[in-house]
């Protein structure tokens, strides 16, 4: 069994951040994993993403033309990685940051408004954390129980206290993506 | 033992801290940088040398100078800073002292960028520095198996008094994976017959690569062709997988050898009965072994991000016994999985005669795109 | 019919020609993007731009050759001095002139630097020091000040292990090959008006054949310092400064001489 996940979006909206969330956890639960980022300059002022593999057995290539779970933070990389997504994967949009609909309609997808959410749970930088936990809701990979063990254990002492934001986030997101996903046809 | 998930550059580091590095120098480059910073952290906390140079040329004489002490001591750069430091892998290949070198190779040639590449196979394993001399080169495929090689190759470049070094790519370097540390070993200067530490209590050494007497020179010459023999003899290494009812192979090492990992996966859920040759000792090239395997399959695929240059190590091996394919991405591009199982449908529905030129078709078709 | 609200007479500053219509890839903040505007308006001043030949350098000014609009080759790390000899000794009627950070300079170009300037080549170069190794993600450079945190001295810059900072200005000034060797600022705007005019009789010196010329910038890094655009413009004033004082430090009798 093998899944990937790939996060695009601007430098500064947890891209790499999240990609690492889901990696501990797998690595928690006893599964292979790979986490993979696009590096460099390009990472300044531009566009980040990353690519999480999991899997049971040795991993092979880092990087998958065609992932099966995609989360996009902006615009762009919306209009570049739509047409990636491996046919009745899954798409989270952040609605906040990009204004328009997917045209895919052989992938199940949800846009929601990443930032909105996250400001209600008290820190807008959550907005990563929230398309994750809406993520896990079209696709259970890992369980959000699994996210948030990881949370636990990996996070610095001194950004321990905001794990229970950070779980309401993935909640909240979760929450929305189930009730409004437009499912592949 | 517990899994810890380490960005490669920085498990590397440590690893070679826990092997017992005694001395690091080097130099920022991209996409390897972290590596220095983490030692720039560690060592000075450990009591260990390690110094940020003022450029390449002065990172390996150093390495050179400290080698010369018997001390463990190692160097890691990216491609351009590999190709400064070739005068100084001379003279230590020369004076027979031991380096571990470790290289995350990115795209080139010049300045190129910092995308994953593996343009740099022939300069480490055919030369690259002037004279003759056989530094030993590994390149492992996932951060684990670099970590686990990174005691081995201390060993081995003090028992062949020899460079070993370790030939990654910038992916390898910026990915993370869960990783078993070994514990900390101590660190021991061994005590050798050859080392300077000061003439206290015996004969004084002198280290040199300088060799006026021509005859001399020569036997110099024959000594370190002597130690590769018995490296080429014992330290092979390669994985092989799903080879056992193969009737084709893809031949690839390091990262497009882990690619092509999850193609042979792909073209056996198609039914294709393909397996994967990956070589971990590049230098020395497992000939035989690639020679065996060419006799018990129809077809080979090798793949490379370069363009060609392990090719030729199989071509030597293989002797036009069987035909070859080459595929290979170039200038920091990495290849998907998918590139090479389409190579893999191609080369079964028309394989060709064993005296193709596998380069030849494979620019054609490139630029064909 | 697209209405106007530039009006032609009332324009007071716009892109000089010397610089290309190119949206810069540098962080926002950075004085790169000074430097750069500097050394084109002098250029253009003095009806250089066709006959002046740049050597862009390995650092974040690699892509020099992106906006100031003259020839351009790119050198190796290092290496613009050397290169900038090869050409301007084919083309001695040509203006040369080498853009470099502290890294490419002082660390491993310092050789060529130093020779370049022994030689008395008659090129021009403009140095920014911004006390760290910007492109490669903020490392100790030749220029980081005692106790200056960055990534490869994260407990800030040790004397005792990691040496000190070298004064490039004060040490070129003892060459009998240079011509012009001077240390400005790119702080404030007063600041930076001086370090225009440096430039200006910097490339004057290289046209009289006066020998080699060399203008240190106090540049800013806000990226590699972890500060906000402003704030780097005052930590310069505040911690720069005082290491690496602004001034002339060497202006030969002929260059002195000179009137523009
Ligand atoms: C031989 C070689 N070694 C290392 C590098 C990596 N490298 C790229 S830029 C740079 C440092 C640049 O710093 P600086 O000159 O201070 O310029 P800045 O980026 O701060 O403008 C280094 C070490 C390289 N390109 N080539």
Redesign the interface.
């Known amino acids: 069994m093998q899944t990937e996940i790939f996060i695009a979006g601007f430098g500064g909206q947890g891209v790499m951040f999240a990609g ?1 969330m889901f ?2 956890a797998a ?1 928690d639960i006893g599964k ?6 696009s ?2 300059p390009e990472m300044r002022g531009g566009t980040a993403n990353c690519t999480i593999v999991i899997a049971d057995e ?8 065609n992932p099966p779970a995609v989360i996009v933070m902006n615009l762009p990389s919306l209009d570049k990685y739509e047409s990636a997504v491996k046919p009745g994967g899954v798409l989270v949009v952040n609605a906040s940051m990009i204004d328009r609909e997917v045209k895919r309609t052989d992938i199940t997808w949800v846009s929601l408004p990443c930032n909105e959410i996250a400001e209600e749970v008290g820190d807008r930088r959550m907005a990563n954390v929230v398309a994750a936990g809406a993520l896990l809701a079209l696709m259970p990979i890992l369980t959000l129980e699994d996210i948030e063990a990881a949370l636990k254990a ?1 996070m610095p002492k001194r950004h321990q206290h905001l794990l229970p934001k950070n779980v309401e986030a993935l909640k909240r997101g979760a929450e929305y993506a189930k009730e409004h996903a437009i499912k592949a046809k | 033992m517990k ?1 810890e ?1 380490w960005k490669g550059n920085e498990a590397i580091a440590e690893a070679a801290v826990r092997a017992g590095v005694e001395a690091y120098f080097g ?5 390897q ?1 972290e590596l ?2 983490y030692m ?2 560690r060592l ?1 906390e450990l009591g260990r040398a ?1 110094v ?1 140079a ?3 040329p002065a990172v390996i004489n150093m390495v050179y100078g400290a080698a010369c002490t018997g001390a463990r001591v190692m160097t890691s750069s990216s491609s ?1 800073g590999i190709s400064l430091m070739q005068e100084g892998l001379s003279y230590i290949a020369g004076t027979e002292v031991p380096m571990v070198l470790v290289n995350v190779m990115r795209g080139g040639p ?2 190129g960028n ?1 995308a994953p590449s593996q343009g740099d196979y022939s300069q480490i394993t055919k030369g690259g520095g002037h004279g003759d001399y056989f530094p030993i080169v590994l390149a492992p495929a ?1 951060i684990q198996e670099t970590v686990d090689l990174m005691p081995v190759a201390f060993d081995l470049a003090h028992k062949y008094r020899s460079i070993c070094c370790i030939l990654i790519d ?2 390898i370097g ?5 990783v078993k540390m070994p514990d900390m070993m101590p660190v021991e200067r061994k005590v050798y017959d050859w080392a300077v530490s000061g003439a206290i209590g015996r004969e004084r050494h002198v280290l040199s690569s300088i060799y006026l007497d021509v005859p001399t020179e020569e036997k110099i010459n024959l000594r370190i062709l002597g130690r590769w023999k018995e490296v080429q003899e014992n330290e092979i290494r390669y994985r092989e997988y799903y080879l056992e009812d193969a009737e084709t192979a893809i031949i690839g090492f390091g990262t497009a050898g ?8 792909a073209a056996r859920a198609m039914g294709i009965k393909v397996g994967l040759f990956r070589p971990i000792s590049v230098n020395p090239f497992p000939y035989k072994r690639v020679e065996e395997l060419s006799e018990r399959v129809k077809s080979l695929l090798v793949v490379e991000m370069n363009a060609g240059q392990m090719l030729r190590d199989v071509q030597t091996a293989v002797r036009q016994r069987i035909p070859i394919r080459f595929y290979g991405r170039l200038g920091g591009v ?1 290849p ?3 590139e090479f199982v389409n190579e893999l449908q191609d080369l079964l529905k028309n394989p060709g005669k064993p005296e193709d030129d596998p380069v030849d078709l494979w620019y054609r078709r490139m630029m064909a795109r | 019919m697209a209405t106007t609200i530039v009006n032609p007479e009332n324009l007071v500053y716009s892109r000089p020609k010397g610089l290309t219509d190119m949206p810069s890839h540098y962080c926002p903040g950075c004085t790169h993007g000074t430097a750069h505007r500097l050394v084109a308006e002098v250029l253009e001043e003095m009806n250089l731009l066709d006959k002046a030949i740049g050597i862009a350098p ?1 650092g974040c000014s ?1 892509f020099a050759y992106n906006y100031i609009n003259t020839d351009f080759v ?1 050198a ?3 290496r613009a001095p050397a290169m900038a000899t090869g050409i301007k000794r084919v083309l001695p009627d040509r203006v040369v002139f080498t853009y470099q950070g502290d ?1 490419d300079l002082v ?2 170009g ?1 050789a060529e630097t130093v020779h370049a300037a022994a030689r008395g080549e008659n090129i021009t170069i403009i140095f920014i020091n911004n006390a760290i ?1 910007g ?3 903020g ?2 450079a ?1 220029t980081t000040m005692p106790g200056m945190k960055t ?4 407990n800030g810059r040790d004397v005792e ?2 040496g000190y900072p070298i004064r490039m200005a004060e040490l070129l000034a003892t060459l009998d090959g240079a011509g012009y060797v001077v240390r400005r600022s790119l702080h404030d705007p007063a600041s930076i008006r001086k370090a225009k005019k440096a430039i200006r009789i910097a490339f004057e010196t290289q046209v009289h054949g006066l020998g080699f010329s060399i203008v240190e910038l106090l540049s800013t890094c806000n990226t590699g310092w972890g500060l906000t655009p402003v704030d780097s413009l005052s930590w310069l004033e505040e911690h720069m400064i005082p290491v690496f004082p602004v001034g002339d430090y060497k202006v030969s009798p002929e260059v002195a001489a000179l009137k523009i």
């Open positions: 690492q990696s501990y690595m292979e994993v790979t986490w993979i980022p590096y460099g040795e991993i092979g290539s880092p990087l998958v033309l990996h | 899994r998930l130099y920022p480059i991209t996409p940088s220095l910073e720039s952290r000075p390690f940020q003022e450029s390449e351009p010049g300045l910092i996932s910038g992916s910026q990915m993370m994976e869960p882990r690619i092509a990992l999850s193609a042979v996966r990495m998907f999985p998918d | 390995v690699v790119q190796a790390h290092g890294g660390s491993i310092m190794y492109m490669t993600g490392q100790m030749p990534s490869s001295s994260v292990t990691q």
